[in-house]
């Protein structure tokens, strides 16, 4: 094993082998591409690059969406037409073929057969364990289990679950380049079938199997149970901290002397599994018809995910679970403002900024040119740093051209002159264009330096002054 610093790491790691480009290895090849990775993908499936294509073109419109900043520019893709080819020199190989342990001992054969020994082999098994998948391999050490979720592009957690064949820093490895990723790797303290999440999963199918064979419900009216109700609860506290405010007051001790009879009750079907019965089958298939056979499985997959943008983007604002991890990813994303005029706002309009319309909100352009003025105080040095020591600026006049309608998905970016830093005063000029440079809206803004002591108009220091002056320009003194 090679022992590269992280930050050596993270320059050096950039190419990713993709092995199976269905569902899942498609999501995978996404979240590596629109991270700046270079991906190879091999899948014997004469339709995979049409598929892999519907696929990124559903992760290219969401996953920015989810950023205040741009993403990396993306990735170069090709396709491979054998896995010796694929994973050639590639820093990560991702086995997401179907889940059969023989197919999957067969295709880690011939990864093994050409990649290099400190590639990081990852399996996306919902159920196998990695002792299992190292059954008969080269190098055991080498394959551990990296179980992702579908939208793999969207959802942050990666299940990572190692043997006693598995390297410390193998571990540590892996899961770097998950975070990168702007992913969640979560260690499995053990080996089981299945693993976490697909155990809870599991359950909660079975009964609803259950409850449909039973006549007690329809598919509709469990999707409604779980979005209307405990779904929400479970996108941002998860079960346990949940149950611990169920409780009341004494927290977890009361939730479990109140409900914990009631494991004993007859209230889980869990030991028992229903049979797929013919019947049971064809009422299942038509219940999910008369549900959402009204919509195409594409147009379900762009719900779902700009459903899951405006939820994580939500959780973001408030520093919540998935959204902060959002936010962290997005701090080490961040290009420095720069050129002339300042680039001070370059990301995709989102789809919770969009109105009833259908384009983007006005006051949504206010978030954007307040957003590129903070970008021109941090440039400055008047950013964090100098309101923690009392002072800021505040805005006193905005005043907003809109040119063009701006649309969910697109990508602007902010253009800012200083027209005038003279004393506390200070005036700005954005211009707001597509990224072909069509201008969408222009702002001019006014802002006066503040005591935040006073929360009055007070003189900022010198420097400060000479720093924005600098930045003022013939052409913006006209704007
Ligand atoms: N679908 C999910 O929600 C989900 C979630 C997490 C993990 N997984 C796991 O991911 C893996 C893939 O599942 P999926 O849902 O993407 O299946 P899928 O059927 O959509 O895709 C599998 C792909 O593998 C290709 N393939 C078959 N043999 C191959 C070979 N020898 N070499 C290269 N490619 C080959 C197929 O052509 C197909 O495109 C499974 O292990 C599954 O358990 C699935």
């Not at 290219?60 to 990396?72: E, K, V």
Request: include cysteine; glycine fraction near 8%.
């Amino acid at each position: 094993m090679d022992f590269r610093s992280q930050g050596q790491l993270m320059r050096d790691m950039k190419t990713a082998a993709i092995i199976g480009g269905g569902v899942i290895g498609g999501g995978w090849a996404a979240r590596f591409l629109l991270n700046g990775w270079d991906v190879r993908i091999c899948d014997p499936d004469p339709e995979a690059a049409r598929k892999i294509g519907e696929v990124l073109d559903g992760a290219r419109r969401a996953l920015p969406m989810l950023y205040d900043t741009r993403l990396p520019p993306e990735g170069e893709l090709t396709f491979c037409d054998g896995i010796g080819a694929a994973v050639a020199g590639a820093d990560w190989v991702q086995e997401s073929v179907p889940e059969r342990l023989d197919l999957k001992h067969r295709v880690m054969a011939e990864i093994q057969a050409t990649c290099d020994p400190d590639a990081v082999v990852g399996s996306s098994t919902s159920g196998f364990t990695p002792s299992q998948l190292q059954e008969g391999a080269a190098r055991p050490e080498q394959i551990l289990v990296t179980h992702p979720f579908n939208p793999v592009y969207l959802l942050p957690l990666v299940e990572v679950v190692a043997s006693a064949a598995t390297p410390p820093d193998r571990l540590e490895q892996t899961e770097e380049v998950l975070r990168s990723l702007g992913m969640y790797p979560l260690r499995v303290r053990g080996e089981i079938d299945a693993h976490i999440a697909d155990r809870l999963l599991e359950a909660v199918w079975r009964e609803a199997l259950w409850l449909v064979s039973d006549g007690i419900a329809t598919t509709g009216e469990i999707d409604d149970a779980i979005r209307y109700g405990f779904g929400l609860r479970w996108a941002q506290m998860g079960l346990f901290e949940t149950y611990r405010i169920a409780g009341g007051e004494a927290g977890m001790a009361q939730f479990l002397e109140q409900f914990g009879p009631a494991l004993k009750w007859p209230w889980t079907k869990l030991m028992d599994v229903p049979d797929l019965t013919p019947d049971l089958i064809a009422r299942l298939e038509a219940q999910s018809d008369a549900q959402s056979g009204h919509l195409s499985v594409r147009a379900l997959e762009r719900l779902r995910d700009d459903n899951l943008v405006a939820i994580l983007r939500a959780l973001r604002q408030r520093g919540a679970g998935a959204g902060a991890l959002i936010a962290a990813h997005e701090a080490t994303l961040r290009t420095p403002v720069a050129g002339m005029p300042l680039v001070t706002v370059e990301r995709v309009i989102p789809v919770d900024w969009i109105d009833q319309n259908g384009h983007m909100n006005e006051s949504r352009y206010g978030q954007v040119f307040s957003d590129a003025a903070d970008a021109v105080l941090d440039y400055v040095g008047a950013g964090m740093d100098h309101i923690a020591g009392g002072h800021s600026y505040f805005t006193t006049e905005t005043v907003i051209s809109y040119l063009r309608e701006t649309h969910a998905g697109e990508a602007v970016r902010v253009e800012t002159t200083v027209a005038e830093a003279a004393g506390k005063k200070l005036r700005l000029s954005h211009e707001m264009k597509r990224s072909d440079g069509t201008p969408l809206a222009t702002c001019r803004q006014s802002l006066v330096h503040v005591s935040l002591a006073t929360r009055r108009a007070c003189e900022p220091g010198a420097d400060l002054v000479q720093r924005l002056q600098a930045l003022v320009t013939p052409r913006s003194n006209s704007a």
